[in-house]
């Protein structure tokens, strides 16, 4: 078997991407087999299923004009849709731990409820 860097990118595949009203459109890298929920404060409420993407992994489509940032610009912004509300997506911006955090739910072709997220303690460890 060749050497692979991670085998996170031996199977990931790009999938599209969108909000509910599709006014979001985007592109993330992954094989799915990372997903987690997190418990901190803001994930406890949004309780959905998360999938962390290299920075290069991530492709925004639409315009960031269509988007409204909510969060700390020194740590993390997350970001939703103007139209429908669906939070799309998280930056991760503290330096050192750049990373792009996407709502699994908003994957197109994937059986969201099919994967078995692992729990982040966010709460504890952010
Ligand atoms: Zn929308």
């Known amino acids: 078997m060749p050497e692979m860097k991670s085998q996170q990118k031996q199977t990931a595949r790009w999938y599209p991407a ?3 009203c599709k006014n979001v459109t985007f592109k993330a890298q992954t094989d799915l087999s990372g997903a987690f929920t997190c418990n901190c404060s803001f994930c406890v409420r949004r309780a ?3 999938l962390k993407l290299d920075p290069e992994g991530f492709e ?10 909510y ?7 997350h970001y939703f849709c103007n139209n429908c509300g669906i939070q799309c997506f998280t930056e991760i911006t503290r330096q050192g731990a750049e990373a ?4 699994a739910a908003c ?3 994937i ?5 078995k997220p692992s729990l982040f303690d966010g709460k504890n460890k952010l």
């Open 107 to 109: 994957l197109e072709g």
């Open 111 to 115: 059986d969201f409820y099919s994967l």
């Open 60 to 69: 925004l489509q639409s315009d960031k004009n269509k988007l409204s940032a």
């Open 18 to 20: 969108s909000c509910h």
């Open 48 to 50: 959905t299923t998360l």
């Open 100 to 103: 792009v955090i996407v709502n």
């Open 71 to 77: 969060g700390n610009s020194g740590f993390s912004r």
